[in-house]
Nanobody, 119 residues
Framework: QVQVAESGGGSVQAGGSLRLSCTAS????????MGWYRQAPGKERELVARISTGARVVYGEGVQGRFTISRNKAGNTVFLQMDSLKPDDTAVYYCNAGLRLSGQWAEYWGQGTQVTVSS
């Protein structure tokens, strides 16, 4: 009933840029905070950035000033512009969406998109 679909991952050299997109679709009544998390091999999943419906933004450690999160007016798509990428940014990036379907709020995750930064 609900899809959270990411796109835009890939491979880039250090110092390069990538733009990730995530769209939540389906029988959705309302949207809440959406964001990006990442998980590198052998590490825990960590917050990259999240944005509320009121455009309040929170960035995780080490990305502020290099990454920019934004959201479309409809509220169902979130973007992550990643500049000045470093090898340490290599991870699978997951989209997270707070959604209300028939009556309850819940968090939904995308399948993940691989970002690889080479030195």
């Amino acid at each position: 009933q609900v899809q959270v679909a990411e796109s835009g991952g890939g491979s880039v050299q250090a110092g390069g840029s990538l733009r990730l997109s995530c769209t939540a679709s389906g029988r959705i009544l309302s949207f809440s905070t959406m964001g990006w998390y990442r998980q590198a091999p052998g590490k825990e999943r960590e917050l990259v950035a999240r944005i509320s419906t009121g455009a309040r933004v929170v960035y995780g450690e080490g990305v502020q000033g290099r990454f920019t999160i934004s959201r479309n007016k409809a509220g169902n798509t979130v973007f992550l512009q990643m500049d000045s990428l470093k090898p340490d940014d290599t991870a699978v990036y997951y989209c997270n969406a707070g959604l209300r379907l028939s009556g309850q709020w819940a968090e939904y995750w995308g399948q993940g998109t691989q970002v690889t930064v080479s030195s």
